[in-house]
């Protein structure tokens, strides 16, 4: 048998909000313009860029990683069903959707001792 009982604990000390103060959104989601006005009516800066591979570019050129301390995704719906692409056509989304984010992030993350990622997919769940 198991028994399910609340132990009480002292309620974690609040932390203030965390404001990024530069913000880079890669992809051409139609909500990219308005995370951009939240963004910027928040303080943050705000660079846009269409893909990762340019996203990796620009940080070379930026300074690097470090001078940007939260990184967005913002991906388009596919124009086709995956399962109904052609081979090549599949191989690119992967590219693009899966591969190229995922090495833009081992390039942002390692050398961040904090910030913040996120993502506005289209999933179609």
């Known amino acids: 048998r198991h028994i399910v009982r609340a132990i009480e604990e002292e309620r974690p000390a609040s932390r203030s909000t965390w404001k990024p103060t530069t913000v880079l959104l890669v992809g051409t989601s139609k909500h ?3 995370i951009v006005t939240r963004c910027r009516a928040r303080g943050s800066e705000v660079h846009c860029v269409d893909d990762a591979r340019s996203a990796r570019e620009w940080l070379r050129e ?3 990683p470090t001078k940007v301390d939260a990184l967005g995704f913002v991906c388009a719906p596919a124009e086709k069903m995956p399962w109904l692409a052609s081979e090549d056509a599949w191989t690119a989304c992967v590219r693009d959707a899966v591969a190229e984010p995922f ?13 913040t990622l996120f993502a506005i997919t289209s999933l179609g769940g």
Request: aromatic share 10%; glycine share 22%.
């Open 32 to 34: 990219r313009a308005a």
């Open 62 to 64: 930026f300074g690097g």
């Open 103 to 115: 090495s833009l992030l081992r390039t942002w993350g390692p050398s961040r001792p904090d910030g």
